[in-house]
């Protein structure tokens, strides 16, 4: 997530100091994401050194108001205009969690996906209860939210559909371990092997 673009786009919209830039982001994104008010400030530094923002001085009340430069316009037409980058896809903890959980001994992999599956579904729940209140009651500042709510019900769909694909690959790999070896036949197809010498009797 760029924090940094997304700030610059807030300051396009108006001036503002750092916390109301959190208010604003967490506000048209649902809190879907928060901003650690420390984060801010630290990205509007690197803002300003990079000539992206200006101080604007004081609001009379000790806040430093941030203004966007010409040279942050450009930078946040470019962010808009292109695409999101997919050459490093973002840590995902539970692809990770799993793929440790298959390469070690000792853990049930099963238990791992069971228990995902749940809190996915009923997170899955919560976000489609919110779309439908948000969508009931819809004023004109809702609709960011509703694309929020959008992706991550998207996203959690395609995170159950991929713990169904995982349960179902574990279930082939023990079967296929309970099946014992296969060899190749003279015309490269798979046999099982005979589990012992009686067998072939």
Same mark, same amino acid.
Request: proline share 4%.
């Given at each position: ?9 807030? +300051?396009? $919209? ?18 879907? =994401? ?9 990205? %509007? $530094?690197?803002? @300003? ?7 604007? #001085?004081?609001?009379?009340? #000790? ?5 966007? *430069?010409?040279? #942050? ?32 001994? #000792?853990?049930? !992999?099963?238990?791992?996906?069971? &228990? ?7 997170? %899955? ?14 004023? &004109?500042?809702?609709?960011? =939210? +509703?694309? !929020? %709510? ?5 996203? *959690?769909?395609?995170?159950?559909? =991929? ?14 371990? &309970? ?11 798979? @046999? ?10």
């Amino acid at each position: 997530m760029s924090i940094r673009h997304s700030l610059l786009a807030l +300051l396009q $919209d108006q001036p503002r100091y750092g916390y109301q830039l959190r208010v604003e982001f967490e506000n048209r994104t649902g809190a879907t =994401w928060p901003l650690n008010i420390g984060q801010v400030y630290t990205t %509007l $530094d690197r803002l @300003e050194r990079d000539a992206l923002v200006a101080k604007e #001085g004081d609001d009379g009340e #000790g806040h430093v108001v941030y203004s966007i *430069t010409p040279a #942050g316009k450009a930078e946040v037409r470019s962010w808009f205009a292109a695409p999101v980058e997919r050459n490093n896809p973002p840590r995902n903890e539970l692809a990770i969690k799993l793929a440790l959980a298959v390469t070690l001994p #000792g853990v049930d !992999v099963q238990a791992i996906i069971q &228990a995902q599956r749940v809190a996915s579904i009923r997170a %899955l729940q919560d976000y489609t209860k919110a779309r439908r209140d948000t969508a009931a009651n819809q004023k &004109a500042t809702d609709t960011a =939210w +509703l694309l !929020v %709510l959008d992706s991550l019900i998207f996203q *959690t769909e395609a995170e159950v559909r =991929w713990l169904d694909l995982c349960e179902a690959r574990m279930v082939q790999q023990a079967q296929a371990a &309970a099946a014992g070896p296969a060899r190749k036949t003279s015309n490269g197809a798979t @046999e099982d092997a005979p589990l012992n010498a009686d067998s072939r009797r």
